[in-house]
C-alpha cells in the first residue's frame, strides 16, 4: 500500500512538467484566436473609446508577457478569469458543467464495458464461428457511423416514433423534477443519496439516450482489445498448464486468461475515455446537454480566451489524473508493473 | 481408484497402434503413425527424439489435450481404464490433475504470470481434493516444502517472476503432484535450465514419483539425461517408434540405425568436439505421401523393400522391439 502510494506520488509529480507546458501554449492558442475580445465584449454600439476602456478593463493593452504573468498569478489563486460570454467567473462555469460531462461519460463507458467486454470474451473462446462474426459486425457498424448522426437517430426513433425516451432536453425534465441538491455533482448518485427514487428515474431516463450514442463509438475498441487480448492468454503457456492440470472451464477462463487480459484492457480504456470525453460536445447539442464541450465550442466561436483556456486547463488536468488511475488499475492488475515501480 | 490400476498385471497407460494426422492449409501432415507403447506403475519411460518427431504431440494426446485439428483415424490410448479418445472432456477435465499431471519447459512461461505461485498449488487441490481453502492453503505449503523449496510459506505469496526458473520449476512439479496423480509427462522439463539445476529437478522428478509409486513418460531430445533417468526408452523418428527397449540394452547395443546415430551424436563428456557425429539429412516433410520406413532417406543399412514393404516390429526379447528390416 505504502509502495502504492509512493507510485501515484511520483506520478502526480511527474505531471508538474506538462501541465506548465499546458498552461504556457494554452495562453499563445488562445491569444492567437482571431478576432478582438474587446470589440466582441464592448457591443456592436460601442465607439474607440469604449472599446480601449473594455480593453483597458479587461488588461488587454499590456503587453503579452504582462498578461502571461497576470494570468499565472490569478491562476494561483484558483481564478480562471471572467468568461465574456456567460459573465461568470470560468472557474464557477467549470464547475458547474463538468460533472454534467463526466456522468455522461461514465455512463457510456459503464454501458460500452458492459455489452463490449462479454462480447470478446465470447468472440475469443469462438473464434471465427457466428457469434464472432457478428460481434466484428455490430461493433465495426457502430464505429462508423458519426456520433451525432447515432444521436439524432436515436432521438427520431426513441422519441419521436416510439415515445419510450423522455423530451431530450439536458439532465433532467425541470418541469418534472427539481435537481437533486449537489453533492457529488452527479444526478444518479446524488438523488440516490437523497433517497429521491423518482428523480433517481428521471435523471436515468434523461442520460439512457445519450450515454448509448456515446457508448457506441467506444464499443469497438474495447470490444476489439479484449478479444485479441483474450485470445492471446487462451493460446498463452500458462492456460494450457491450467488446462493440463483439469482445472475447472470457468476458473481457467476467469482467473487464468481474463485476469491476464485486462492489462491491455485497462490501457485502452483510459484511451477510450479520452475521446469519449473529447466527442461529448456532438452530443451535447443534440441532447441539450448542459456539459462543458458545448461550452467550450460557444468559448471558442466568441473568441473567449478565459473560457478557453480553462477548458484546456481542465481537460489537461483531467487527463493527468486520467492516466494516473489508469497506471494505479494496472498495478492492481499486474503484480510486475508493481515491481518496476 | 478404478480396478485397472489396481492389478499389476494391466499396464497404467497402453498406446495401440495409434495414428494421428493434422488438418491444416497446406493438407494433411501425417504427424504420428502406427505408435504402440505400454507403461507399468512405476516405471519411468523416455521419449527421444530430435525436434519434429512427434514426441509432444504424443504426450498432448495422453493427456487429451489435443488440438481440434488433430485426427486420429485409427488407434487407442488407454489408461487407468479409461479411453482418452473417447471421454467426454468433462471427465477428462477431472482426470488431469488428480490422476494424471504434466509439467513442460519454460517453466516461468507456464506458470501464470500474475498470479502468487501458491494460490496456483491451491488451485489444483482446490479442484481435485475436495477440500476447504484452508486445508488446500496448508496442503499447498506441504506441497511447496515437498519439493524442497527452501521457506514455503513465505514463497506461497511470490509471484513466478520473482522465482528462479529452477524453483519455479519445482512449483510446476509441486502443482502437478499436489493430488498424487498415477502418470507425470514431463515435456522437457529441464530445457532452459543449467546443467546442475537439470540434475536437481530431475532427481526431484525421479524421488517424488518413487516415493508414490507414480510413473512417468519424460520427453526429451537429449539421449544421456533419458539413459540416466529412465527404465526404458523409446526413440522416435518423423512419427514412428523406431526403437523401445531397456535403457541399458539399447544403449549398449543399439539395433535401430537411428538409435546408433543418436548414440554417436550424444556428447559422453570424454571425446572432443570433433569426435561428435551429426546425423545427415533432416526430417522427410510429412505432409508428402511417405515410404514405410521414413528414415530411409538418410539410411546407409537400407534395402530394397525398405521402400515397399510395411515396416516389421521386431521383438529382439525382454520387450527390446525394433522396427527395421535391417537392424544392427
Given amino acids: ?341 | 481408484m478404478s480396478a485397472a490400476v489396481m492389478t499389476e498385471s494391466v499396464p497404467l497407460l497402453t498406446v495401440e497402434d495409434l495414428v494421428l494426422d493434422f488438418r491444416t492449409r497446406s493438407g494433411m501432415v501425417h504427424v504420428l503413425d502406427g505408435i504402440s507403447l505400454t507403461l507399468d506403475r512405476g516405471e519411468i519411460l523416455g521419449i527421444v527424439g530430435e525436434s519434429g518427431s512427434g514426441k509432444s504431440v504424443l504426450a498432448y494426446a495422453m493427456m487429451g489435450l489435443l488440438d481440434p485439428a488433430a485426427q486420429i483415424p485409427r488407434g487407442g490410448i488407454r489408461f487407468a481404464g479409461r479411453d482418452m479418445l473417447t471421454e467426454s472432456e468433462r471427465s477428462l477435465a477431472e482426470t488431469r490433475g488428480r490422476e494424471i499431471a504434466m509439467i513442460f519447459q519454460s517453466p516461468r512461461t507456464a506458470l501464470n504470470p500474475i498470479r502468487r505461485v501458491g494460490a496456483q498449488v491451491q488451485d489444483v487441490l482446490l479442484r481435485h481434493a475436495n477440500v476447504s481453502k484452508k486445508e488446500a492453503r496448508k496442503r499447498a505449503i506441504a506441497a511447496l516444502a515437498r519439493v524442497r523449496i527452501p521457506d514455503p510459506e513465505r514463497r506461497f505469496d511470490a509471484y513466478p517472476f520473482e522465482l528462479s526458473g529452477g524453483l519455479c520449476q519445482r512449483v510446476m512439479i509441486a502443482m502437478a503432484m499436489a493430488c498424487n496423480p498415477y502418470l507425470l509427462i514431463a515435456d522437457e522439463p529441464t530445457t532452459g535450465l543449467d546443467v546442475t539445476t537439470q540434475a536437481v529437478v530431475m532427481d526431484l522428478i525421479r524421488e517424488q514419483v518413487r516415493s508414490s509409486n507414480a510413473s512417468v513418460v519424460l520427453i526429451t531430445h537429449d539421449l544421456a539425461l533419458a539413459g540416466e533417468y529412465c527404465d526404458r526408452i523409446a526413440v522416435m523418428h518423423a512419427g514412428h517408434i523406431v526403437e523401445i527397449g531397456g535403457t541399458e540394452a539399447m544403449l549398449s547395443a543399439p539395433k535401430h540405425p537411428y538409435t546408433a546415430r543418436l548414440i554417436g551424436a550424444t556428447p559422453g563428456g570424454h571425446e572432443s568436439i570433433r569426435d561428435l557425429a551429426s546425423i545427415p539429412g533432416s526430417l522427410p516433410d510429412l505432409r508428402r505421401d511417405l515410404p514405410p520406413c521414413r528414415f530411409i532417406d538418410r539410411c546407409e543399412r537400407r534395402l530394397d523393400c525398405c521402400a515397399t514393404d510395411a515396416l516389421p516390429s521386431v521383438n529382439l526379447g525382454a520387450d527390446h522391439i525394433v522396427r527395421c528390416w535391417n537392424p544392427l
Avoid at chain 1, 79 to 89: I, R, V, Y
Avoid at chain 1, 201 to 208: F, M, Y
Avoid at chain 1, 293 to 306: F, P, Q, T
Avoid at chain 1, 316 to 326: C, E, F, G, K, S
Wanted: hydrophobic letters at 55%.
Fill in chain 1, 1 to 341: 500500500m505504502i509502495r502504492f502510494l509512493r507510485i501515484a506520488g511520483k506520478r502526480l509529480l511527474g505531471a508538474v512538467p506538462s501541465l506548465i507546458g499546458v498552461i504556457i501554449v494554452t495562453f499563445l492558442l488562445s491569444h492567437a484566436l482571431p478576432g478582438d475580445p474587446a470589440v466582441l465584449f464592448a457591443g456592436p454600439a460601442a465607439d474607440a473609446a469604449s472599446v480601449a476602456q473594455v480593453r483597458a478593463h479587461l488588461g488587454l493593452d499590456h503587453s503579452l508577457p504582462q498578461q502571461f504573468l497576470t494570468y499565472i498569478w490569478q491562476l494561483a489563486h484558483g481564478d480562471l478569469g471572467q468568461s465574456l460570454t456567460t459573465g461568470q467567473p470560468v472557474m464557477t462555469d467549470l464547475v458547474q458543467r463538468l460533472p454534467a460531462s463526466l456522468e455522461l461519460t461514465l455512463v457510456a463507458l459503464i454501458f460500452a464495458i458492459g455489452v463490449a467486454v462479454p462480447l470478446g470474451i465470447w468472440a475469443a473462446t469462438r473464434p471465427n464461428s457466428w457469434i464472432d462474426h457478428l460481434c466484428r459486425g455490430t461493433v465495426t457498424v457502430a464505429a462508423a457511423f458519426p456520433t451525432f448522426f447515432i444521436a439524432l437517430l436515436l432521438v427520431y426513433v426513441f422519441y419521436f416514433l416510439i415515445p419510450l425516451a423522455p423530451e431530450p432536453v439536458g439532465r433532467l425534465n425541470d418541469v418534472y423534477f427539481d435537481a437533486p441538491t449537489t453533492i457529488t455533482g452527479f444526478y444518479l448518485i446524488d438523488s440516490l443519496l437523497e433517497g429521491d427514487w423518482q428523480t433517481f428515474g428521471g435523471a436515468l431516463a434523461q442520460i439512457i439516450l445519450p450515454a448509448i450514442s456515446l457508448g457506441l463509438f467506444a464499443l469497438a475498441p474495447i470490444a476489439r482489445i479484449t478479444r485479441a487480448a483474450m485470445l492471446q492468454t487462451l493460446a498463452s503457456d500458462h492456460v494450457r498448464t491450467a488446462r493440463a492440470l483439469g482445472l475447472s472451464r470457468h476458473r481457467i477462463l476467469i482467473t487464468y486468461a481474463l485476469r491476464n487480459a485486462m492489462l491491455p484492457v485497462v490501457n485502452v480504456l483510459g484511451m477510450v475515455f479520452s475521446f469519449v470525453l473529447g466527442s461529448n460536445v456532438l452530443i451535447e447539442d443534440v441532447y441539450g446537454w448542459p456539459g462543458v464541450g458545448a461550452y467550450a465550442v460557444k468559448a471558442v466561436i466568441s473568441s473567449d480566451y478565459a473560457a478557453v483556456q480553462g477548458f484546456i486547463l481542465m481537460m489537461a488536468v483531467l487527463y493527468i489524473l486520467l492516466n494516473l488511475v489508469v497506471d494505479l488499475l494496472s498495478m492492481m492488475v499486474d503484480p510486475r508493473v508493481r515491481f518496476e515501480g
